[in-house]
C-alpha cells in the first residue's frame, strides 16, 4: 500500500491540532488574526492525519505518513522550503524529503532536524552556532543530510556512516543518538 492510499483508508483521514500563544507569523492558520495572543487552546484542521507535531520559535512542523509539513516563520530558512516568503499561515510540504519516509521531526527556535525511517538526518534554518551539523555556521533554506562518521572521527576515505535512532534540537545546538549508541 502506497503512502497516500494509507490516508484515505485510516477511519480519521484527518487529525485535529491545536495551538495557542503569539500568533505573530501567521502560525496559528489562515483564519486566526496575525500578532494576536491566543491563551487558550485554538482548533485546526489542515485535512491530514497528524502523527506529531514539534513547535521551535514561530514556526512548527509536523508529520503526516511519512511526510513533514512546516508553518510559521519562515526567517533564516527555518521553514525548509526554499520559498522567497516571510511566513506561511497554511502547512507546506517540504518536497526535497518526499523521497525519504521521516520518522520523527524537531524544532529548535530557529532551526528543524528530521529523521529517516532508515537512519539518515537531515537539518536545516538557522546555523549560526553550528546547530544544523554541518561543519560550518551558514543558514539553510532547505534540508541538508547530516553525515554520521562511526566513532565521530573526521571522514577518510569512504568511511562506514552510522545511522540515527533519536534526534533533538536546543536552542543553539542539536544532538543525535546512533545505532552504535554514540551521541553527536
Given at each position: 500500500?502506497?503512502?497516500n492510499?494509507?490516508?484515505?483508508?485510516?477511519?480519521?483521514?484527518?487529525?485535529?491540532?491545536y495551538?495557542?500563544g503569539?500568533?505573530?507569523?501567521?502560525l496559528l492558520g489562515p483564519?486566526?488574526?496575525?500578532?494576536?495572543?491566543?491563551?487558550r487552546?485554538?482548533?485546526?484542521?489542515?485535512?491530514?492525519?497528524?502523527d506529531?507535531i514539534?513547535?521551535?520559535?514561530g514556526?512548527?512542523?509536523?508529520?503526516s505518513?511519512?511526510?513533514i509539513y512546516?508553518?510559521g516563520?519562515n526567517s533564516?530558512?527555518r521553514?525548509g522550503?526554499?520559498?522567497?516568503?516571510?511566513?506561511?499561515s497554511?502547512?507546506?510540504?517540504?518536497e526535497?524529503?518526499i523521497k525519504?519516509?521521516?520518522?520523527?521531526?524537531?524544532?529548535g527556535p530557529a532551526?528543524t532536524?528530521a529523521?529517516s525511517d532508515?537512519?539518515?538526518?537531515?537539518?536545516?534554518?538557522?546555523?549560526?552556532?553550528g546547530q544544523l551539523?554541518l561543519?560550518n555556521?551558514?543558514?539553510?533554506?532547505t534540508?541538508?543530510?547530516?553525515k554520521?562518521?562511526?566513532?565521530?572521527?573526521?571522514?577518510t576515505?569512504?568511511?562506514p556512516?552510522?545511522?540515527?535512532i533519536?534526534?533533538?534540537?536546543g536552542?543553539r545546538h542539536?544532538?543525535i543518538?546512533?545505532?552504535?549508541k554514540h551521541?553527536?
Open positions: 500500500m502506497d503512502r492510499e494509507g490516508i484515505l483508508a485510516d477511519s480519521s483521514p484527518h487529525t485535529q491540532i495551538f495557542w503569539n500568533d505573530r507569523n501567521g483564519d486566526k488574526n496575525p500578532r494576536t495572543i491566543y491563551t487552546p485554538q482548533p485546526f484542521d489542515f485535512g491530514v492525519k497528524i506529531s514539534s513547535c521551535g520559535e514556526h512548527a512542523a509536523f508529520l505518513d511519512g511526510y512546516t508553518m516563520d533564516d530558512g521553514l522550503i526554499s520559498k522567497n516568503i516571510k511566513s506561511a497554511t502547512p507546506n510540504l517540504i526535497s524529503l525519504f519516509y521521516i520518522v520523527k521531526v524537531t524544532c532551526h532536524i529523521l532508515s537512519g539518515e538526518v537531515f537539518a536545516w534554518g538557522n546555523g549560526e552556532s551539523g561543519g555556521r551558514q543558514n539553510q533554506l534540508p541538508q543530510q547530516i554520521l562518521y562511526n566513532n565521530n572521527e573526521t571522514p576515505k569512504n568511511p556512516l552510522d545511522s540515527a533519536d534526534i533533538s534540537c536552542k542539536s544532538g543518538i546512533t545505532s552504535s551521541f553527536f
